[in-house]
């Protein structure tokens, strides 16, 4: 099983909905979670932490599910120019180093 | 406010040439990464650095060396290229703390013919 797992998709949606994406990851010890997007040929970017409140930021909400290890994103009113690949990041420890692991991405695409 | 700066932005080799890729950070960051993307496929790490004078192995760390002399620069060798390591590079640090994310350079386009 992978340390961080997420659906690649693509999620196709029209202008204007709502899409969630989901990412579980396997350890339990895990400390952070943070959203990138990346775009094509371009470097991931910060999107948002999530916070084991939950946390919103606009049209975005981020939650964390400790219990069920998930994390996930939701978009409201999607805009083309969210057309984009969604990473989540999960960072643990192991000793005195931190352990850092990318989601392989979810592609969404964002239809006029 | 430059962040994270890749050099070269782009760069084309031939079998078996060696090649240094630079990145530079100004943030006085404590790690420092490498990882490779290839299309359809997430990052992965190649070899990652806790301090000035450490390295350590990623994921896929078999054919690049890479060095951190000064804290500030991490740097990616490739001794003898190979078709496979066709790829774009990018760059990351963070400071050494649990709670915060990476910062990426803009990444290098690599190709080996």
């Known amino acids: 099983r992978k340390e961080v797992e997420q659906d690649p998709g693509p999620f196709n949606v029209p202008e204007g909905a709502t899409v969630a994406f989901n990412c579980t990851y396997s350890n339990s010890a895990s400390q952070s979670f943070f959203w990138y997007r990346q775009d094509c040929r371009k470097e991931p970017k910060l999107l948002m932490s999530?916070?084991?409140s939950g946390n919103e930021d606009g049209r975005f909400t981020a939650q964390l599910n400790r219990a069920s290890q998930y994390i996930s994103l939701l978009i409201r009113d999607s805009k083309l120019s969210d057309s984009a690949t969604y990473l989540c990041?999960?960072?643990?420890?192991?000793?005195?180093?931190?352990?850092?692991?990318f989601g392989s991405g979810t592609q969404l695409t964002v239809l006029p | 406010n430059a962040g994270v700066t890749q050099t070269p932005k782009f760069r084309v080799l031939k079998t078996g040439q060696s090649m240094t890729l630079l990145c530079a950070q100004d943030m006085n960051h404590e790690y420092m990464y490498w990882y490779r993307q290839d299309p359809g496929m997430g990052l992965r790490l190649i070899h990652y650095?806790?301090?000035?004078?450490?390295?350590a192995k990623g994921e896929v760390p078999d054919g690049y060396n890479v060095s951190r002399l000064k804290k500030q620069n991490f740097l990616l060798g490739l001794e003898s290229a190979a078709p496979s390591q066709t790829s774009v590079y990018f760059c990351?640090?963070?400071?050494?703390?649990?709670?915060?994310?990476?910062?990426f350079g803009d990444g290098t386009r690599l190709s080996i013919l």
């Open positions: 650095s806790v301090g000035e004078g450490t390295t």
């Open positions: 990041v999960v960072i643990g420890s192991s000793g005195s180093a931190r352990q850092l692991t």
């Open positions: 990351a640090s963070n400071p050494d703390r649990v709670d915060q994310p990476q910062h």
């Open positions: 999530v916070y084991s």
